[in-house]
């Protein structure tokens, strides 16, 4: 399989990605929306990575995957935390920073 295929495929997972983000109401959704689109980078960095044949490339996604990790884990605990103060995750009902 040739650069274009992994491309087409990259601009596949993040256009869903997209479009989760976009159209889901509930926080998780668009969680998981934001992950898909981080996964798409992450597949563009390891195809050109493979095909330049550098190594970089190819050990760039290993901590760009961890700092999604991270990432997972801190919107998660923030949604925990707006579930239990306003018993809700859809983002249309959150409007804590008004004043």
């Known amino acids: 399989m040739g650069l274009q295929a992994y491309l087409v495929l990259s601009a596949v997972v993040f256009c869903l990605g997209l479009f989760g983000v976009i159209t889901r109401r509930n926080t998780i959704g668009i969680l998981l929306g ?3 689109m981080l996964n798409a980078v992450n597949i563009n960095l390891v195809a050109f990575g493979r095909f330049r044949g550098d190594l970089a490339g190819l050990v760039f996604p290993v ?3 961890a700092i999604t990790v991270a990432e997972a884990a801190l919107g998660l605990a923030i949604v925990i935390l707006l579930f239990r103060v306003r018993r809700t995750v859809m ?3 959150l409007d804590l920073l008004r004043g």
């Open 34 to 36: 934001v992950e898909l």
């Open 63 to 65: 901590f760009a995957i």
């Open 91 to 93: 983002a249309d009902h």
